[in-house]
């Protein structure tokens, strides 16, 4: 009979992205840190260019302590670390970066913290006594991450120090039953977590550092930082509108914007006719919303190659059908005696329904 082995007491979840380099450093890193503790490692990569989850292969051939989940056609750091951490079936799930920025001597110290029973969530802190942030890039990302902090913590409900954390552990089960409530887009799944609990998790700060990046690059860009805006707008709205409407109603707003910029100049510069410049001002407008709804609402689905331009094409359509219900309705409620800015708002509101309700499933294909 083959010899069973039980399921580790950790799983330390890697979500990673062009990190190959990085991959053998960290595992043996993660041997010495974790000596005499039941461990695996699980690599969530996103299909990178570079190879790494072929590198992560690699290293589980002679190791069946370090295992790999390679998603094809998905993109993003949260819902990486969901489906790692749901992969696990041992005591405790950590999750850490995959770019030896985080150090991993602060697993142990953790997971003694989680024994104890007494506490539901550790997190490596750079803001304690003991931590340190001085890996950040620059100036900038000094700005970032501290706005950040100061505004996550106006709606948390435990005190966190370091909420944009990306290095925390906590017990597999409650994790399970925390995924329910997970956004899982951007960055922020420790913010989510902690959100997303019916009742205040009980919180142990570790002190930690960030060291600087030595191989490879940062991926958290502008999207990222509005995608951590929408989730905080999704908490505080109670879940009530999809986060993914709010933003379809955003970037649509936007794009009346710069419809209405691109008719004035055009009726300064040119002698159109008025319907010729309106139909131009239209198209801009709706490649405009297409480009920005792509790489934003939809950012985890996006499309490329010749699969935008089909996409493209679709929402043209889907929005010019949503334009002529939105003109149509507005009109049938004026003509019953509806006062013009009740019926034209609720015309536009049904517009955007509709463009949003049928975009999401024909263009972009909400799973
Ligand atoms: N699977 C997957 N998919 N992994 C990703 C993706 C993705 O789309 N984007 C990033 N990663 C992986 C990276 O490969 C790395 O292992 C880890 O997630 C962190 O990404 P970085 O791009 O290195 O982020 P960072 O160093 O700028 O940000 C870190 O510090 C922030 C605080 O300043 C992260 O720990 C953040 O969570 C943290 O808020
Ligand atoms: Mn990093």
Do not use: A, P, S
């Given at each position: 009979m083959m010899d069973r082995m039980p399921a580790p007491e950790l799983t330390v979840v890697v979500p990673c992205y062009n990190e190959r380099p990085n991959v053998a450093p960290m595992i043996a890193k993660l041997d010495a840190a974790l000596a005499g503790i039941a461990w695996e490692v699980v690599y969530v990569d996103d299909n990178s260019p570079d190879g790494t989850a072929a590198e992560v292969r690699r290293i589980a051939q002679t190791d069946a302590r370090v295992r790999c989940i390679r998603r094809v056609g998905r993109r993003g750091l949260a819902s990486a670390v969901i489906e790692g951490a749901l992969s696990s079936s041992a005591a405790y799930v950590a999750v850490i970066d995959g770019?030896?920025?985080?150090?991993?001597?602060?697993l142990p110290v953790m997971l003694a913290a989680l024994r104890t029973g007494e506490v539901d969530l550790a997190v490596a802190s750079r803001h304690v006594e003991g931590g340190d942030n001085a890996g950040l890039a620059n100036q900038w990302r000094h700005f970032l991450s501290d706005g950040g902090i100061w505004l996550a913590q106006r709606f948390l409900p435990v005190r966190l120090t370091d909420p944009m954390s990306g290095f925390f552990m906590l017990p597999r089960p409650l994790f399970e039953e925390l995924a329910h409530g997970l956004?899982?887009?951007?960055?922020?799944i420790l913010l989510d977590l902690v959100l997303s609990s019916p009742a205040p998790l009980r919180v142990r700060e570790v002190p930690a550092t960030f060291s600087e990046r030595i191989a490879g690059e940062s991926k958290l860009d502008a999207l990222v930082m509005i995608q951590f805006g929408g989730l905080l707008l999704d908490k505080i709205c109670g879940g009530l509108l999809p986060l993914r409407f709010i933003s379809f109603g955003l970037v649509g707003g936007l794009g009346i914007l710069i419809h209405l910029a691109i008719l004035a100049s055009l009726r300064q510069t040119t002698g159109l006719e008025f319907e010729v410049e309106q139909a131009i001002a239209t198209v801009f407008a709706m490649i405009f919303n297409f480009k920005l709804n792509n790489s934003i609402t939809y950012r985890d689905q996006r499309l490329r190659g010749p699969r935008l331009w089909r996409g493209l094409l679709l929402f043209m359509l889907v929005c010019g059908v949503g334009a002529i219900a939105n003109i149509g309705i507005a009109n049938v409620l004026y003509e019953s005696h509806t006062n013009w800015t009740a019926a034209g708002a609720i015309g536009a509101l049904i517009g955007v329904v509709w463009n949003y309700a049928v975009s999401s499933t024909l263009v972009w294909r909400a799973r």
């Open positions: 770019d030896l920025q985080h150090d991993e001597t602060r956004n899982g887009q951007g960055f922020k």
